[in-house]
């Protein structure tokens, strides 16, 4: 292999174009289109001058994707990757010292076609993704929430937060996806990252509907059997696999809407704000789960969050979206 390796590589930087003697060395290191893969790496050689920058580079290509669980797929969509990034000097630089991370990359690209195309949706995504306590470990809930706040900045419970929230799950997924394929994971500890990072997003969708809605209808209250006055609640309950944290790539998540009475109105918020819309409790937290529902569910230009199913409410899917 190592010779093979070698040859290839000397006639890749003394430029030579095709011909059929590259075949038999090109399928020995897996590839099932050679004359293909021959013209993808002279594309790749054209991007800097690698003998002298990076001399490492090809020969560890050549070995990670002969390595891989699609050679062919590999290089193919390490080439549409790399023909994305302006810079290729500071591209290939970060593989220079981090030819594990060439590995993870070449991994990914050869074993999963929608987190290749999940990372080159976004491609800043890679500097994330090399630094070692991405994929070191797994994540409790309190880490995604953290995760989420750190991409989100100031935007984190805007206006922005139905795009920002496709594109912190699309990460999360390369990064979930990618421990998997490496072997770094147990099919449990995917399941309850993926159930961790559907119970963060479905938290922040609230949250950013709760607060939508206060603005336009205040805040919801009621009065208990004592005649006092009380914040109304609303909860949203887990179930299925998401309750048993066992989600997995593909899942829908089954949910129950309830809040803590129907018997009330909105009123002015925290802050003495007054309403622009008095409605009740019951119209509030119909409006609030129907927006919770869209942010997390509705596809745009950036996909869903997560495919939504409500069928488990009492009433099945002629009832209530809400109940109390």
């Not at 994305?84 to 500071?90: A, E, L, M, S, T």
């Not at 119970?199 to 336009?216: F, N, S, T």
């Not at 006092?228 to 299925?240: D, P, Q, S, T, Y």
Request: hydrophobic share 35%.
């Amino acid at each position: 292999m190592e010779e093979i390796i070698s040859d290839l590589c000397r006639r890749l930087y003394q430029g030579k174009g095709w011909d059929e003697s590259l075949a038999e060395p090109l399928r020995a290191l897996g590839f099932a289109e050679p004359k293909t893969a021959w013209n993808i790496v002279t594309i790749l050689a054209r991007h800097c001058h690698f003998p002298e920058l990076f001399p490492r580079f090809f020969p560890t290509l050549f070995q990670v994707v002969a390595d891989s669980y699609h050679a062919d797929l590999a290089l193919a969509n390490f080439e549409r990757f790399a023909a994305k990034i302006p810079d290729k000097d500071h591209f290939y630089s970060r593989f220079d010292g981090s030819l594990e991370f060439l590995h993870a990359l070449v991994t990914l690209f050869s074993g999963s076609q929608l987190l290749t195309d999940a990372l080159h949706s976004d491609p800043s995504h890679i500097d994330w993704l090399m630094r070692p306590e991405t994929l070191n470990k797994s994540r409790t809930r309190d880490d995604f929430m953290r995760q989420y706040h750190g991409m989100a900045g100031q935007e984190y419970n805007t206006g922005k937060v139905p795009s920002l929230l496709r594109r912190f799950k699309r990460r999360e997924y390369i990064r979930i996806g990618l421990r998997d394929l490496l072997g770094k994971a147990e099919f449990e500890e995917t399941a309850r990252d993926v159930s961790h990072l559907a119970d963060v997003c479905l938290q922040v969708a609230y949250e950013y509907a709760d607060h939508e809605c206060r603005k336009k209808y205040g805040a919801p209250r009621y009065q208990d059997a004592d005649g006092n006055e009380k914040n109304a609640e609303f909860a949203v309950l887990g179930m299925g696999k998401l309750g048993g944290g066992e989600l997995n790539f593909s899942s829908d998540i089954d949910l129950i809407y309830i809040y803590s009475s129907s018997k009330g109105e909105t009123g002015p918020d925290e802050n003495g704000s007054s309403p622009i819309l008095r409605i009740t409790t019951h119209e509030y937290f119909t409006r609030l789960a129907l927006l919770l529902t869209r942010t997390v569910n509705d596809i745009t230009s950036d996909g869903n969050v997560f495919r939504v199913d409500l069928n488990l409410r009492p009433e099945g899917r002629s009832g209530e979206i809400v109940n109390s």
